[in-house]
């Protein structure tokens, strides 16, 4: 590490809060997608499916949309 | 394009780039973070606080990249009324009010020592912090209204009158005398940054996209979910209620 001179305290708070932020962001992002995955395993082991994938291929594809 | 637009294509497709933009926006912030503290040379005015830059200039710009990208999916989802538009919207949200905040807060540690003071209500400084305002109304509107389709049309407009400040935010450095320095990098006539330090300010702005990049398909990937899990969880009331019936 180079000697940051004087203002060393603002280069280095200015670095900290940018890593704590996007860790912050990062590690809700992931936690929201781990969760929404956990629930989304336990209706499926429930039995319950999504209208869309209980129909494919039975239906019609709507305007637009792959089926 | 048309087939990534299908959310679960795309879906499939964030599950198999995640790993790959992880890996690379990692190995690209090490060296960014090299260029920037052993590599480029203190500035001759400002001198060691100009590493400051190196973090303040790509997160501003991702900031304003955000705001944008949520306007143009504001038309997707008001035009085309496009499944996906919406998600992107509602995802690009709290990472691009991040990405103001670490602007906001680093370019106030810079102006302490520069200008010697942390604010002052200047154009740009004010314009960031009116966008920083801009996507926390965002958030909350989507929070404070329950139906989908009522809350991504109403954030879409909000998103679309907002998007007036991203010109404001850049030109405010030439349509007002401000304390913020003008255009330095993005300017006719070229960048008036010496190269010696533009090769670490260009890896880190890469680096900060590619950031923005990753987080927003993965918000994204929960956003999806998050909305196949009410709609099942609807699904498993309808269920219960005519079993009893």
Redesign the interface.
């Known amino acids: 590490?180079?000697?940051?001179?004087p203002?060393?305290a603002?280069?280095l708070?200015?670095?900290g809060?940018?890593f704590a932020?996007?860790a912050?962001?990062?590690f809700?992002?992931?936690a929201?997608?781990r969760k929404?995955?956990q629930?989304?395993a336990d209706?499926?082991a429930?039995g319950?499916?999504?209208?869309s994938a209980n129909t494919a291929g039975a239906s019609k594809p709507a305007r637009?949309?792959?089926p | 394009m048309?087939?990534l637009a299908?959310p679960?294509?795309f879906l499939d497709l964030a599950g198999r780039l995640i790993p790959w933009l992880a890996a690379l926006t990692a190995i690209l912030f090490a060296v960014g973070l090299y260029l920037s503290?052993?590599v480029a040379p203190?500035d001759y005015q400002q001198?060691?606080?100009v590493?400051?830059m190196f973090?303040?200039v790509p997160?501003a710009w991702l900031a304003m990249f955000g705001y944008t990208l949520i306007a143009i999916a504001s038309l997707g989802t008001l035009i085309w009324r496009h499944p996906l538009a919406d998600v992107a919207a509602k995802a690009a949200a709290?990472?691009g009010a991040?990405f103001t905040?670490?602007a906001l807060?680093?370019g106030s540690?810079?102006g302490?020592?520069m200008w010697g003071t942390y604010w002052v209500w200047d154009a740009r400084l004010t314009s960031m912090l009116v966008l920083f305002l801009l996507y926390l109304g965002l958030i909350a509107l989507w929070q404070a209204i329950e139906e989908l389709g009522r809350a991504g049309r109403a954030a879409a407009i909000l998103g679309l009158v907002g998007a007036i400040n991203i010109p404001i935010i850049k030109f405010s450095v030439d349509w007002w005398n401000t304390l913020h320095q003008p255009a330095s990098i993005v300017r006719l006539g070229g960048p008036t940054i010496d190269s010696s330090m533009l090769g670490a300010l260009a890896v880190m702005a890469v680096t900060f996209t590619l950031?923005f990049v990753l987080?927003h398909v993965?918000?994204m990937?929960?956003e999806i979910?998050?909305r196949?899990?009410r709609?099942?969880?609807q699904?498993?009331v309808e269920?219960a209620a005519l079993a009893e019936t």
């Open positions: 590490m180079p000697d940051l001179g203002h060393a603002f280069i708070a200015a670095y809060f940018t932020a996007v912050a962001l990062a809700f992002i992931v929201d997608d929404q995955r629930l989304l209706l499926e429930k319950i499916r999504r209208r637009g949309r792959k | 048309p087939s299908n679960t294509r503290f052993f203190p001198g060691e606080t590493r400051i973090v303040h997160a709290p990472i991040t905040l670490v807060v680093t540690l810079w302490k020592p950031l987080l993965m918000a990937r929960a979910l998050r196949r899990v709609a099942m969880q699904m498993q269920h």
